[in-house]
């Protein structure tokens, strides 16, 4: 059994997973975190700095320009390798010409350099979880897709902290460059591994390729169902994770403590979290392990309303960090292998940028009334909300066993 394991968790297309999310986790802060500090840094307002946040729009709408990946075939290494290298080269070119612009003199240039690093970014998304969907086979996707994830994370650790770390001994533009270097690793990544197999036909047109993912897809039994179970598994756990800086400050907790009991427990938990649901998975599958994982991911949201009825406690801020975001990264491993299950792979690409899509959005909406809710009740029953909307998700798990087990039949 151990050596049947170490045969899944120790192959080529697992490293792949990794390194490929590594790739894809290094550019996101460094439009957001990164380019804040360095705007503030030389003196501009922070209204501006606040409208930049529309440069992450590509990420939310990725699934528009998606089709094209599908649809046409580079002349060299095939349709997913082919059309990740391009991507991959032109953003570590638009990553270090961002680094060459001024925020302080010229702001709109800075905007629309930031604009070309989201978009080829997203690109970059789009393909490798295209590819990541299409290399491995159904039992291996909770795995590589755990992987996947904590190399995100890692990624995203050394773009964000690491960016920041390193402005205080670099100048703002050699950060820049040196993390454009680092997406070097995307591109070897995509030379050495090997094109998924094409075992089905791509689409013959555009329209074919923009049109027909949506209407293969919604044409399926339950896919209004799976679409809203998709927007509702992970919104409880969302709607606690937008207020928790706040919360940790109403208990009296110092920057301090917050930054490095979140920063340091939080994360490795995260990917621990990730990995042990990657290795469960590979036990019980997708939809069992949605099941165990989402009650842990509530039990892990209540941990919150817990603390905020103990109040200040280090150990209890600990154990409460601890508990959410391992049971957090081990449902979000769960929840992505599922949302990799469901494409169709001669759409790949448009479909599962449109499920990834739909996944933010409770996010977003989330965002803007969660302050007020907080606000309106007190910081136990906020958490003790949060716990009862992860419910609603779980409620429809069911229903979506019982289409998957159809659709694998």
Sequence with gaps: MAASFFR???????????????SC?????????????????????????GVFSLVGLPYTLKFV?????????????????????????????????????DPGQTPW??????????????????????YRREDL??????????????????????????????????????????????????VVTTLLCKEPPLTVATPRTLREAVVEPFVEYFSRDRAITLLLFILLYKIGDQMASTLTTPFYL?????????????????????????????????????????????????LGILSFSILALVGYSVSGLIIAIVLEQ?????????????????????????????????????????AAPAGWIAEMVNWPLFFLGCTLAAIPGLLLLPLVARQYRQDMD
């Design 109 to 130: 240039l800075v905007a629309l350099a930031a604009c070309f690093v989201t978009f080829f970014s997203a690109s970059q998304d789009i393909v490798v979880d295209a």
């Design 137 to 186: 086979k159904d039992n291996q996707l909770g795995l590589g897709s755990s992987l996947y994830v904590n190399g995100y994370r890692i990624g995203m650790l050394l773009s964000g902290s690491g960016g920041l770390i390193l402005a205080d001994h670099f100048t703002f533009d050699q950060v820049y460059l040196l993390m454009a270097a680092s997406l070097l690793v995307g």
């Design 65 to 101: 320009w998606a089709p094209i990946f599908d649809r046409y075939i580079p002349p060299f290494l095939g349709r997913r390798r082919g059309w990740l290298l391009i991507v991959q080269l032109i953003l570590i070119l638009t990553v270090a010409s961002l680094g060459l612009t």
């Design 326 to 366: 391992l049971t957090s990264g081990m449902g979000t491993c769960a929840y992505v292998a599922y949302m990799a299950s469901l494409t169709n792979k001669r759409f790949t690409a448009a479909q599962y940028a449109l499920l990834s899509s739909c996944m933010g959005v409770p996010r977003v909406i989330i």
């Design 8 to 22: 899944q968790f120790f192959t080529p297309s697992m490293l792949v997973a990794f390194l490929m999310g590594f």
């Design 250 to 298: 109403a208990l009296g907790f110092s920057k301090t403590q917050i930054g490095v009991v979140a920063k340091l427990f939080g994360f490795w938990s995260t990917v621990i979290g990730g990995l042990l649901g990657g290795i469960v998975m590979l036990r019980i599958g997708i939809i069992r392990s949605l099941w165990v994982f989402g009650i842990l991911q509530t």
């Design 25 to 49: 986790g290094m550019p996101l802060l460094l439009t957001s975190t990164v380019l804040q500090a360095w705007m503030t840094e030389q003196g501009v307002n922070l209204s501006v700095i």
